[in-house]
């Protein structure tokens, strides 16, 4: 069996197994999952009352950031160390723009695979960048200020270090798998 078959395996098995496990493990330690779902619902729906104002200021300064062509400015700026290692100039567009909005970066794997087509290797690099990294900057900005936190000590430095490792991996992982 070969590694394509088995990540198809583990990818097509892991959503299912856990929804089954998760209800199973629940009844089990008579956990009311009903009750705590709803309760679950009600808190979320007043943290999304709390959000809503952060959300909009990082939506509008990431516009500003796209529109005023800053992003393109600094992907050409990286252009030089990414060719050096490797990685297709392709993919690091996203690399930049994932860790910052998650709608502009889902937006930008669609190009990609529109005009690469979704087989290809800088289709399959960019689903996985999307998938293995966060929205770093988007996360901190919405979540640490709807409850307050004003000091974010290391978050920072560990979610970019962590998108970045999420960005070196995706791509020399999927070069070794589908090349």
């Not at 990286?78 to 567009?93: A, D, K, R």
């Not at 900005?141 to 000091?151: L, P």
């Not at 962590?162 to 991996?169: I, Q």
């Amino acid at each position: 069996m070969n590694t394509m078959n088995i990540v198809t395996i583990i990818a097509s098995w892991s959503i299912p197994v856990l929804i089954v496990t998760i209800p199973l493990v629940a009844y089990f330690r008579k956990v009311p999952v009903y009750e705590c779902f709803i309760d679950g619902a009600k808190d979320g729906f007043q943290s999304a009352i709390q959000i809503i104002p952060h959300l909009v200021g990082m939506m509008v300064a990431i516009s500003v950031f796209r529109e005023s062509g800053a992003l393109a400015i600094v992907v050409d700026g990286f252009g030089i160390i990414t060719q050096w290692l490797s990685i297709p100039e392709e993919v690091v567009p996203l690399g930049l723009l994932r860790p910052i909005s998650g709608t502009g970066s889902l937006a930008y794997v669609t190009d990609l695979m529109k005009v690469h087509g979704p087989d290809s290797l800088v289709s399959q690099i960019g689903a996985t960048i999307q998938g293995s990294s966060d929205t770093t900057l988007y996360v901190l900005t919405v979540y640490f200020g709807a409850i307050g936190i004003e000091r974010t000590r290391y978050a920072l430095k560990v979610g970019l270090l962590s998108d970045l490792a999420g960005f070196v991996a995706s791509v020399y992982i999927c070069m070794w798998l589908f090349k």
